[in-house]
């Protein structure tokens, strides 16, 4: 009788994020995986650049996680807009939307987006930063109010959703990743899970 050869289980998949966008990008992959908000503190510490911070975020929030999960692969990412070396983040509110706005209109920013992939069990970690220039159209007020009033985009670093109206905020986009700029590097993501041991084209080896 010839045994049954079972494939192993591919290992336990984490998002360090409940950002929505973070989400729905990661199932493009396929991959079954769950999101859980990390407890992370994402002051900047001083003199700190945003290449620096958004890299050492997605990294802390990756490790946060798999400290309770250390045979899970845990994704951490995180994004900073790099406006002349200073880090602006989520606006939270309309009005501080408004002035993020009205601070890039048009001039040209570096979204800083970092990406980590742990695995503690066996120590892997890796961290990469995926850098995204945007060019920002001359934006009039009213503009500014039309957009904000459309999206309320007050959870995303910079105040524009590139992935839908915010588009007509720019005039030109640079990234070696199109989904960078979204929140999450799919391209870089991939390369990092198949070098923990999960490729999303053969999840059960």
């Known amino acids: 009788m010839v045994p049954t050869i079972h494939e192993p289980a591919p290992p336990r998949l984490i998002l360090a994020s409940t950002s929505r966008y973070r989400r729905e990008l990661l199932e493009r992959l396929r991959l079954p995986f769950e999101a859980r908000a990390p407890a992370v503190d994402e002051t900047p510490l001083p003199g700190e650049t945003p290449a620096a911070l958004a890299e050492r975020l997605a ?58 992939v742990v695995r503690a069990a066996n120590g892997f970690a ?25 999206e309320q985009p007050y959870d995303c670093a910079g105040s524009a959703k590139c992935e839908t109206l915010g588009i007509a905020l720019l005039d030109a986009i640079e990234s070696d990743d199109p989904t960078a700029l979204v929140g999450l590097p799919l391209i870089r993501t991939s390369a990092m899970l198949r070098a923990a041991g999960l490729d999303p084209l053969r999840p059960a080896r």
């Open 59 to 116: 990294l802390a929030k990756a490790q946060a996680l798999a400290f309770h999960a250390p045979d899970a692969i845990v994704i951490g990412a995180d994004q900073v807009a790099d406006v002349d070396g200073v880090a602006v983040g989520k606006p939270g509110d309309h009005a501080r939307a408004a002035a993020q706005l009205r601070a890039m209109s048009g001039r040209t920013i570096v979204f800083q987006t970092g990406v980590a």
């Open 126 to 150: 890796q961290v990469a930063r995926v850098p995204v220039t945007v060019r920002f159209r001359a934006l009039s007020d009213e503009e500014i109010e039309s957009y904000l009033r459309a």
